[in-house]
């Protein structure tokens, strides 16, 4: 773990924590910096069992700010660092990585002075340190961007459009040694977004976690499938409404992921949710309308027994749900259940 101590001369450590059966016990601390020493733009994956890698820049250096990366080594309870290599000259705003191999991972950052270009670059771990591949631009301006691996050899990304809008864009990246491929953008989130994180559910699936700046900051997420270079995008989904920080996400399994955050609303409160993908970003509904509503209005739901307004069903046949709340006799990945006469359904939502 990473962390600040405020009552320590503001420095940044690191620790080693082992679980053991509902304990955890941590190691000695190592320090990173300490007071202006800073890093700042912080970055880290791990590697292997033992190793993790540490982008980040130093906000009192001389020139200001270039992008480092650095090894961590775990031994037992304890770390150490290499020394820091220098993967960006220029003045480095953010950084962000994705690991690929054991040995080589993939850099996202921002840098520049007087124009700034978001880029990416392959680092590889060698004996002596780091190679680097070529930079490439992936976006010409700075943005709040992440990215997550979803073989080492493709990597989804997604941004902060800052040239369209600011919308909650996507794009693939295909790798190949050091030289890098970037596929089209694709939107997600025609609105102003800010974007948290991603967790990856299966090579061509994963969930983009962000912030929905024209649905007052809502915390929202989308499920993504990939196909080839391009990306297609499932119904978004609002977690978190009202005032929140520190979040953070995880892929538990294939059909869990896991949010946690402070909730601002209630006490700073650290919460956590479980969210359920589901395949091509469906949600399972819980029933059907007891009658037509408006979208701003309040309705009973069947959970379970009859529902008596479909006139237009054939008896005996078994129903499936559509993405838009309609029936069909075609199979989906939703049940809604058996219609009876007189045009009636007996619900039964399941898969």
Known sequence: MLYRDLNNEDTQQSKVGTISNDQITFG???VLATGDG?????????????????????LD?????????????????????????????ERTWASNIARLTDSRF???????????????IVAEVSDSGFSFGPKKPFHEARTWFRVASLTPTKCIIAFRDSI???????????INGTDLTFGPVFVFHHGSTFVYDIAVIAEEEFIVFYEDGSNNDAGTAVMGQVSGNAISFGPKVVYKCGS???????????????????????????????????????LIPLGIADFGLFSTSHVPVILHGVSSIHPNLETGKLYYALPDGGLTTATTTVRAGLAIPPYQLLVDIGR
């Open 164 to 174: 369209n809008s600011s919308f909650g864009s996507a794009k693939i990246v295909e």
């Open 244 to 282: 929140y920080s520190a979040f953070g996400y995880s892929a538990v399994s294939n059909d869990k992921y896991l949010i946690t955050y402070s909730d601002d609303d209630d006490s700073s409160f650290g919460k956590l949710l479980f969210g359920h993908p589901f395949p091509g970003g469906e």
């Open 61 to 89: 250096s001389d020139p200001p700010r270039p992008g480092k990366v650095m090894l961590g080594r775990i031994a037992g309870d304890s770390i150490t660092f290499t020394p820091a290599d220098v993967f960006e000259s």
């Open 106 to 120: 993939l850099i996202l950052y921002s840098a520049g002075e007087n124009v700034e270009i978001s880029n990416a």
């Open 38 to 58: 800073v890093l700042s733009g912080l970055g880290v994956v791990i590697l292997t069992d033992t190793e993790f890698a540490l982008v980040h820049h130093e």
């Open 28 to 30: 000695p601390p190592t």
